[in-house]
């Protein structure tokens, strides 16, 4: 995001992201990341642990350079939370993603709360103050966006999943302190669950 940001200010699209392998940062050792940015725009992210020879590539995608219109479109908040009736707090939520293995350290526990309906969720986002001192560095700091994706995980579906493929991630602007994320599945089979998120502030615009 930052590469992208750099050419091409606030308005971009990342395209065809595959998560090849998870990046795991051990408390005891010291990992080295590496970005790689092509001449047609590819991205890949590497990392190599100190003991090892050979880099790891984790993942892969495209910038698309091409210019965007600015987003226009707002979403009723007020209709999706008439819609999105079961209600659950923060540590409710975070107990239930810690009961199905998804574990989040301090700064990625930012919703606040959710909105829950069929096939359907609204998450308020909140930056810690840890976070909220580091946002004006990044038109959408990394916790935040990790945080946006956890909305798709309070859906309840059979099993666990976890993203490997995003087709488009569209940036706009830069994102606020507090947000809604509002997700929506729109294809679930036993092998896989797919998905839209929609990021809004609190006026509705996305």
Known sequence: IAAARSNYEDAFTLEDIRIKTPLLLPD?????????????????????????????????????????????????????????????????????????????????????????????????IKANENVEKDLAKYIFHPAMLDVTFQALAAIPVDGTYIPVHMDSIKFFKQAESAIFSYGTISDYKASKVKGDILILNNQGDI
């Not at 001449?39 to 890949?44: C, I, L, V």
């Not at 091409?66 to 999706?80: M, T, V, Y």
């Not at 939370?81 to 707090?89: F, S």
């Open 28 to 124: 005891d050792s010291d990992v080295t990341v590496q970005l790689c940015l092509d001449e047609n725009n590819t991205f890949s992210i590497y990392s190599k642990h100190y003991k090892q020879t050979e880099w790891v590539e984790h993942i892969r995608g495209t910038i698309d350079s091409s210019e965007i219109n600015k987003a226009s479109d707002s979403l009723n908040i007020g209709e999706i939370k008439k819609r999105c009736t079961k209600i659950e707090e923060k540590d409710l939520c975070y107990r239930r993603f810690n009961s199905l293995g998804l574990e989040y350290g301090p700064d990625f526990q930012l919703i606040e709360l959710l909105h829950i309906g069929d096939n359907e969720v609204l998450a308020e």
